[in-house]
């Protein structure tokens, strides 16, 4: 969560298992040739903003004038794909929500124990398992992020959710 530093990185790596995860360290290796593109998408902060207006299940919910940015940045990378990384992963329509409002979802990014619960941790977990990712941005408004993924980094303010200035941003970086 926000202010919430990850500790340093340890090797070699990583325990995964169904419902219950825990961080060891990471040693992520890409795939030559590897084409993938992804974007790490968060909801709240970056959908949805002060000004929205939209609920969902008593909270805050997808603001369309938001939704179409992110959807255009979806239409100017070709293949990009989308990997819920919100905690709207957790409700039970969340990711159907986002589906409809949104995007479709290619994944979501795996759910770790209150000890990991760091997002950059969540996210480094997937890409592990996906070493066909050779590019990635990760949009959110909260900055629990490690080092490294930090020039994959764009942060949005709560205040305003995601602008064209930032999609434009993200583009650029896909596309350099
Ligand atoms: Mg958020």
């Known amino acids: 969560m926000a202010g919430k530093a990850p500790p340093p990185l340890a090797a070699p790596l990583t325990v995964y298992g169904p419902g219950s995860y825990h961080v060891v360290g990471f040693q992520r290796s890409g795939v030559p040739g590897g084409s993938m593109k992804v974007l790490f998408l968060d909801i709240d902060g970056v959908l949805n903003c002060k000004t929205?207006?939209?609920r969902h299940r008593g909270l805050m919910g997808v603001d369309p004038r938001l939704a179409q940015i992110v959807q255009?940045?979806?239409?100017?990378?070709?293949g990009l794909k989308v990997v819920l990384s919100s905690s709207w992963r957790c409700l039970e329509d969340g990711r159907a929500v986002v589906e409809k409002k949104v995007v479709p979802?290619?994944?979501i990014t795996p759910l770790f124990d209150e000890e990991d619960d760091v997002r950059g941790?969540?996210?480094q977990a997937w890409l592990e398992l996906h070493p066909e990712v050779d590019r990635y941005a990760i949009l959110d408004d909260d900055t629990d992020f490690l080092e490294h993924q930090l020039p994959n980094f764009f942060n949005?303010?709560?205040k305003t959710g995601i602008t064209q200035q930032l999609a434009d941003k993200i583009v650029a970086h896909f596309l350099s």
Do not use: G
């Open 72 to 78: 255009n940045i979806v239409r100017a990378i070709p």
């Open 121 to 123: 941790y969540e996210i």
């Open 156 to 158: 949005t303010s709560p």
């Open 52 to 54: 929205s207006r939209q």
């Open 105 to 107: 979802c290619f994944d």
